[in-house]
Structures are given as C-alpha cells and as structure tokens.
C-alpha cells in the first residue's frame, strides 16, 4: 500500500518560512505527478502547486510565487518551500499523487496532513 507522510507543518509567525516535506513509500513519485493541497475549516481544498515526474510545476497564482515546489527522486521525496507566510496560509496541507495504472484506471493517494498555522 502506498503511503505519504508530511512533515515540516507547525507554528510560525507572519512572513516566516517552512518547508514541508512528503515522503512516498516505493518509488511511486518518480512516475507520477505530485501536488500539495490545502484546506482551510469551512473552506475547499484547493491545489498549491504540483510538479510532474519530468519536474514541471504549476501554482496557485493567489499564492504569488511564495510557495515553490521541488523533488528528490533519490529520497522519494517532494518538497514545499513556504515563503513569506501570512495568516491566510494557515491550513491543514496535504501531499496528493495520482498512480495511474491504465487508460481508465487510477488511484488516488492522499497524505493525513499536515498543519501550518499563520501568527501574526
């Protein structure tokens, strides 16, 4: 069963940094694309960014740029570099990849989550 894990998340003050890591059991990320979500209470969850296999990336354009997304295929590992925090950053981020095992066959991975709370 694949498996991700995020790390990094806890409490920071406004404009402050994190950076959040998942980590994938196997080597499911380096076939796959990868995004980072987030979901504030009462809101929807909503893509931050992604990065495919060959290492493009994509992001929320609210974000401005503040929040690049990178990989390690070696450690299996993709990160999330969190600049200039504010509080409306403050939400549970998850770690999401799509295996895609046929033309219409896939499944879904999703990690616990990880919280990132935005003080200022």
């Known amino acids: 069963q694949v498996q991700l894990v995020e790390s990094g998340g806890g409490s920071v003050q406004a404009g402050g940094s994190l950076r959040l890591s998942c980590a994938a059991s196997?080597?499911?990320?380096?076939?796959?694309?990868v995004g980072w979500y987030r979901q504030a209470p009462g809101k929807q969850r909503e893509l931050v960014a992604g990065i495919t296999s060959g290492g493009s990336t994509n992001y929320a354009d609210s974000l401005e740029g503040r929040f690049p997304i990178s990989r390690d295929h070696a450690k299996n590992t993709v990160y999330l570099e969190m600049n200039s925090l504010k509080r409306e950053d403050t939400a549970i981020y998850y770690c999401y990849t799509k295996k895609v095992e046929g033309p219409t066959r896939w499944t879904d991975y999703w990690g616990q989550g990880t919280q990132v709370t935005v003080s200022s």
């Open positions: 196997g080597t499911i990320f380096r076939f796959n694309a």
